[in-house]
């Protein structure tokens, strides 16, 4: 099964800045998933990273504020752009590991704007 | 866009009564998961169902999936301490894409 590495663990940035997070899984993938926790509230699906292609984004979330690189098929990066306060939330990592066994999920990275 | 509705939002029940959390979604899907998260920690994977019908138990807690229905359940019998987490369910959809439901806050006093 999949392990997924994903750092920072956490950090506090200030407000106009950029974070580039990182997951490295420990074996090939073609799809890796970006999720966005806000403090209280489910996970909501922000893109999808296929290697090779542009990111797929979901509705609200666009490509300035949520680069995505997929340079090759055991990592990607996720970066939050311009940040604000708003954007204060855990950011997880996902990779398919099979039908029968689900989706796992890096550790997150707990991000605080101030 | 696939919808995921979970409830109870929040859940307190007392050592060694017996719930159910329910889970219902919007389209068709044969794939759910659900997951417990701890406080500040990642998602863990509890159960995968992959057809109608499909039961998984694992200690005092049993999933069930009936997809004409579009529901699954979370069984929690005699609760314990240990088990107050958030638990999600989440649906796969065509494109593969997960979608979490809301999530429910359980509780487990003494």
């Known amino acids: 099964s999949a392990v997924i590495s994903q750092k920072p663990s956490r950090d506090i940035c200030q407000r106009g800045t950029s974070l580039t997070i990182q997951c490295q899984v420990d074996s090939q993938v073609t799809m890796m998933f970006w999720y966005r926790q806000q403090p209280g509230q489910s996970l909501t699906l922000i893109a999808t990273?296929?290697?090779?292609?542009?990111?797929?984004?979901e509705s609200g979330f666009v490509i300035d504020k949520f680069p995505i690189s997929r340079p090759n098929l055991t990592f990607s990066t996720l970066t939050v752009s311009n940040m604000s306060p708003e954007d204060s939330s855990i950011y997880l990592c996902s990779v398919e590991r099979g039908s029968r066994y689900g989706y796992t999920f890096g550790s997150g990275t707990r991000l605080t704007v101030v | 866009e696939l919808k995921v509705e979970q409830n109870p939002l929040f859940l307190s029940m007392q050592e060694g009564k017996n719930y159910t959390i329910y889970c219902n979604y919007s389209t068709t899907s044969d794939r759910l998961y659900w997951y417990r998260q701890d406080p500040g920690k990642s998602l863990e994977s509890l159960f995968v169902l992959l057809s109608n019908g499909a039961v998984k138990q694992e200690g005092r807690l049993m999933a069930s999936l009936d997809t004409k229905a579009r529901l699954s359940t979370l069984h929690i019998t005699a609760a314990v301490h240990d088990l107050s987490a958030t638990y999600f369910c989440?649906?796969?959809?065509?494109?593969?894409?997960?979608?979490f439901g809301t999530g429910t806050s359980l509780t487990v006093i003494p």
């Open positions: 989440a649906v796969v959809n065509t494109g593969n894409q997960f979608y």
């Open positions: 990273a296929n290697q090779g292609s542009e990111a797929t984004y």
